[in-house]
């Protein structure tokens, strides 16, 4: 017996907590500060029992969402949690590490190519404005950077006029063939 009266003592206390939620009613309220400004701000009233409970809280807090916050209610941060932050920003930092090393890549990869383009067209212009060997020849060469070289060669052109040539011209960075360019030389 006293075990179902304590019962119903609980079920009462909670249909009262319930009736009391349910009479709350929230509304937006305009004050204007001590600057002039208008501050726009959300407030529960909860009325019951002859008497008005009002809480107040900043607009951009939902009314649904309100909740108070204190310091006596934070946990903190455990050392999983902490282990599992410092886990995904390295990994983050190894992924921005790779980004910069394959852009630094390459850049240097186009580097190479435009330092190799460049030289090529500059060895073909100045092979064009050398006077006019028999084939087969090898034409003088322009200066180059360090670790780069570059030949131009002449060949016949098969059921063609004596007079036009096609030129190979080859640029070698550190010894190892980088880029070969073919044109037509004509003699004028």
């Known amino acids: ?3 179902v ?36 701000r959300v407030e529960r009233s909860e009325y019951g029992e002859g008497r008005r409970k009002a809480t107040s809280h900043s607009s951009f807090l939902s009314p649904l969402s309100y909740r108070s916050f204190s310091l006596s209610d934070e946990r903190g941060i455990t050392l999983v949690e902490e282990l599992v932050a410092v886990a995904i920003l ?14 630094s890549l390459g850049a240097r990869t186009v580097s190479l190519e435009v330092t190799a383009r460049n030289i090529a067209v500059a060895q073909m212009e100045y092979t064009d404005h050398q006077a006019n060997q028999a084939p087969p020849v090898t034409y003088s060469s322009i200066a180059v950077p360090d ?12 059921g063609r006029d004596s007079n036009v040539q096609k030129i190979s011209v080859t640029v070698y960075h550190q010894g190892n063939s980088y880029l070969t360019l073919e044109g037509f030389k004509v003699n004028r």
Not at 147 to 158: F, K, L, P, R, Y
């Open 1 to 3: 017996m006293q075990m």
């Open 5 to 40: 009266s304590r019962l119903l003592r609980v079920m009462k206390v909670a249909t009262t907590e319930t009736q009391r939620v349910q009479r709350s009613e929230w509304r937006q309220v305009s004050i204007e500060n001590e600057t002039g400004e208008t501050e726009r």
């Open 90 to 103: 390295g990994v983050l930092g190894v992924a921005l590490i790779g980004a910069l090393s394959t852009g």
């Open 147 to 158: 670790n780069w070289s570059v030949s131009s060669a002449a060949a016949t052109v098969v």
